[in-house]
Nanobody
Framework: VQLQASGGGLVQAGGSLRLSCAASGRTFTIYGLGWFRQTPGKEREVVAAMNWASFSTYYADSVKGRFTISGDISKNTVYLQMNSLKPEDTAVYYC???????????????WGQGTLVTVSS
């Protein structure tokens, strides 16, 4: 499975961005899709994840109510809509995939390349 992330950029605090992640290859093997982020010197952390068959979702407390993960299985694409962005949301964002929601949160099997999100104050 290959993952291609896009949509990062520079935005002012309070603004919005939407990240996209297109999956290709043996996509029938994956049901868990997720977004992680990482800043220099910190561990990569899960931001949001979903099972795109059951539509179950998970959100980190820091983004609940501001970020929304969604997926279009017909396009093999998962999205992260980020609203009310804060400077502390600045990070490199990575999409990830695994066979289950639980697995993608803890130990993804596949990673996309990162896309930088910068939120200015």
């Amino acid at each position: 499975v290959q993952l291609q992330a896009s949509g990062g950029g520079l935005v002012q605090a309070g603004g919005s961005l939407r990240l996209s992640c297109a999956a290709s290859g043996r996509t029938f093997t994956i049901y868990g899709l997720g977004w992680f982020r990482q800043t220099p010197g910190k561990e990569r952390e899960v931001v949001a994840a979903m099972n795109w068959a059951s539509f179950s979702t998970y959100y980190a407390d820091s983004v609940k109510g501001r970020f929304t993960i969604s997926g279009d299985i017909s396009k093999n694409t998962v999205y992260l809509q980020m609203n009310s962005l804060k400077p502390e949301d600045t990070a490199v964002y990575y999409c990830a995939a695994a066979n289950t929601l639980a697995t993608v949160k803890m130990s993804p099997q596949y990673w996309g390349q990162g896309t930088l999100v910068t939120v200015s104050s």
